[in-house]
């Protein structure tokens, strides 16, 4: 078959079509070099062999879906926006609002970001308090998240005697316990195209911008700010930043944490 070679725009075109998945909205020159690589690896010349190839083989389809969307993630990532949560934040939300925390983890991987979050309220003595959900786009990492299983690299920043409280070791590998690991709720979920989970008073949202446009970045935080109660905390990532809070009604109050200003 005789077939004209695309660029990167028609690439993306076609595959939104094709998947839902909005390329258009992440940021071009990392995205196209990643996925360059990717089509190098599999000897495919341009992009648009590289899509019909990725048609006629859904589990290599499946694979480029997780590829694309990058999974770094670590139970304490960040220790002192955790210590921050756990001295500042928490007591807060559950001073002024009781029981019945929603506590949202967006782009939340495989699961180490909200495991920390339950981890820290079970210290707390709290975890019974709140609802934590924790959505990503990626169902791979999302089947992993809900395993709970993990090799020690994940655990490198988490203090030891947590690590000796919340995992039973098997062999080579971290197995969270089942209080943990049934506290948490896990969804498909794009932030692209989902509703937000309306109604939070926490919102963690960190290390997912990176990898947006501006203008979407901008349209995620709208979104967060609608989503959040008002008084309730919005996270980022260490290395993102928000330059203008108050066009979202948020006022910084931590290093990366925002808060909702309460009208
Ligand atoms: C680098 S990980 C961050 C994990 C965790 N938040 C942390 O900081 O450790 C970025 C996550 O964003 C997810 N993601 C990318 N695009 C998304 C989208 N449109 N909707 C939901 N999640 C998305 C990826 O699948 C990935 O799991």
Redesign the pocket.
């Given at each position: 078959m005789d077939l004209r070679a695309w660029d990167y725009a028609q690439f993306k075109s076609a595959f939104f079509l094709k998947t839902g998945l909005d390329l258009d909205r992440y940021k071009d020159r990392q995205m196209e070099r990643r996925i360059r690589q990717l089509m190098e690896r599999r000897n495919k010349p341009d992009f648009r062999h590289f899509y019909e190839y990725l048609v006629k083989n859904p589990p290599e389809m499946q694979f480029f879906l997780s590829y694309l969307?990058?999974?770094?993630?670590?139970f304490f990532?960040d220790q002192v926006v955790f210590a921050t949560l756990k001295k500042e934040i928490f007591p807060e939300l559950l001073k002024k609002y009781g029981n019945g925390l929603k506590i949202w983890?967006?782009?939340?991987?495989i699961g180490?970001?909200p495991y920390t979050l339950a981890i820290i309220l079970d210290t707390l003595k709290a975890l019974y308090r709140a609802q934590i959900i924790g959505?990503?786009?990626?169902k791979k990492?999302l089947q992993e998240a809900k395993k709970g299983i993990y090799s020690g690299k994940y655990l490198d920043k988490m203090p030891q005697d947590l690590i000796q409280r919340y995992f039973f070791k098997e062999g080579e590998v971290y197995r969270i316990k089942p209080e943990i690991q049934s506290s948490i709720i896990f969804k498909h979920?794009?932030?692209?195209r989902d509703s937000p989970l309306y109604g939070c008073h926490l919102i963690?949202?960190?290390?997912?911008f990176i990898?947006f446009k501006p203008e979407t970045q901008d349209f995620f935080l709208q979104r967060f700010a609608a989503a959040l109660k008002a008084g309730g905390y919005l996270v980022i990532?260490s290395a993102e930043y928000i330059s203008n809070p108050q066009k979202y009604m948020l006022k910084k109050r931590f290093n990366t944490i925002y808060q909702k200003i309460i009208e």
């Open positions: 969307t990058i999974n770094t993630s670590e990532r983890s967006a782009g939340c991987s180490a970001e959505t990503d786009i990626d990492a979920h794009n932030l692209l963690l949202c960190r290390n997912v990898y990532g």
